[in-house]
């Protein structure tokens, strides 16, 4: 079967951004099938291509995957305008290509919302079986943010949202909220599945060349997060924390935020101003070198705004590679990972917005280090358990290819 995939943010493990859709097109091959992938330039991707752009595209084969890569550079600082703009472009481009390729099926990821429309397309005027995926849940998560205000491009929005899942034969959503919220929508339940974010274990359940950043001793407690440095994220509950320790003349935690973002010269002045000597900001890594890095660290940080739409509506890759490394967790808002954190008693759960909290989760860390090694390894066993990239890559095949049978 050949399978035109959309995934506007695409990058091959040589990059620093999340590799689930190079993950999935690889086990489609492996199963026999050819897959080409659309996708634009992302500042922390990398998609493997190097020849020269002609006419706004450069294509060709990379690990077996043909890919399409649109000129169109996006960051992660760029202005809301700015996206808007992007994403549409990509849509515009991504049609032309779901009118003219060659293709039995065609599938599509989020965000943005907009990667729907070559599907949406596609399935109407060309009667293409189409299966979109969904990562987050919009507009309601930029709404709840209050990213998005003007009721009109709100209302439009939805409009999309109706259409997109309406026009899909199958669904995926990456949590259970997302799946809820798909279903909510007037989906019948049976064509949605969940199929969360997984563990690259290949990558960091192994034993790679460990390193730590300047100003951190091997005697440290180093707490690290890994992505972006955004809205969403809620760092400055970071940089708080982190005034707590020192004001209580903590000497030996220190934490490390690994990644750029719109938010991230903002946290850096913050750090400055309160003169915090325990926090280290560092540039974004590939995932080899964020092996080795995870390999050192003691506790991974996993960190939201408190937006109740995120307690059960985001699958967050960083907590996938957290415990794929055997990495306890420290998370600072409710909904079902917090649940697992508990259940598997695989790190530590804290109110939002308590940096006292915070700072004790991370003290009483410090303090029992054989601890919080049992608690890596319970991290680790879930991982193997029940997120093994491998097995969810397998059962994301077996999902989208069957879409020819229903």
Not at 190 to 211: H, Q, R, S, T
Request: with cysteine; hydrophobic share 45%.
């Amino acid at each position: 079967m050949k399978i035109l995939y959309f995934h506007q943010h695409f990058s091959t493990p040589k990059g620093s951004a999340g590799i689930r859709s190079y993950a999935m097109a690889q086990s489609l091959i492996k199963n026999g099938h050819q897959v080409t992938m659309v996708c634009g330039s992302f500042s922390n991707g990398q998609t493997g291509l190097t020849g020269a752009f002609i006419n706004g595209m450069r294509r060709g084969n990379v690990d077996g995957i043909e890919i399409i890569e649109f000129e169109l550079s996006y960051s992660n600082n760029l202005t809301f305008a700015q996206r808007v703009s992007l994403f549409l472009s990509f849509a515009s481009k991504s049609v032309k290509v779901a009118m003219t390729e060659k293709y039995d099926l065609i599938f599509a990821t989020t965000t943005p919302l907009t990667a729907s429309i070559p599907g949406i397309m596609a399935k109407w005027l060309r009667r293409k079986p189409f299966v979109f995926e969904v990562r987050d849940l919009w507009p309601e998560l930029p709404k709840a943010m209050g990213v998005i205000k003007n009721p009109i491009i709100l209302w439009l929005m939805s409009i999309l949202e109706w259409v997109s899942y309406h026009s899909a034969d199958r669904l995926i959503g990456l949590s259970p909220g997302i799946v809820d919220g798909i279903i909510s929508r007037g989906i019948n339940r049976e064509k949605v599945a969940m199929i969360p974010n997984g563990c690259d274990l290949d990558i960091f359940a192994i034993e790679p060349d460990g390193w730590r950043p300047k100003g951190i001793e091997k005697t440290d407690l180093m707490a690290i997060f890994t992505g972006t440095h955004g809205l969403a994220n809620g760092l400055d509950a970071v940089i708080e924390a982190a005034s707590e320790l020192q004001n209580r003349k903590q000497q030996e935690i220190k934490l490390v935020l690994v990644g750029n973002g719109m938010k991230k010269a903002a946290l850096q002045k913050r750090a400055q101003e309160l003169k915090l000597s325990n926090v280290i900001f560092h540039d974004p890594v590939d995932k080899t070198r964020l092996a080795g890095l995870m390999s050192e660290a003691d506790i991974g940080l996993q960190i939201l705004a408190n937006v109740p739409a995120f307690y059960y509506g985001t699958s967050p890759n960083k907590f996938f590679d957290y415990i794929a490394a055997g990495l306890p967790v420290l998370n600072n808002y409710p909904g079902w990972l917090a649940e697992l954190i508990k259940q598997e008693d695989a790190g530590y759960t804290v109110s939002p917005e308590s940096p006292i909290q915070f700072a004790d989760a991370l003290e009483k860390a410090a303090l029992n280090r054989e601890k919080l090694k049992q608690m890596g390894k319970n991290a680790q066993a879930l991982a193997k358990r029940e997120f093994d990239r491998a097995k969810l890559s397998q059962k994301f095949n077996d999902w989208v290819t069957g879409v020819k049978n229903v």
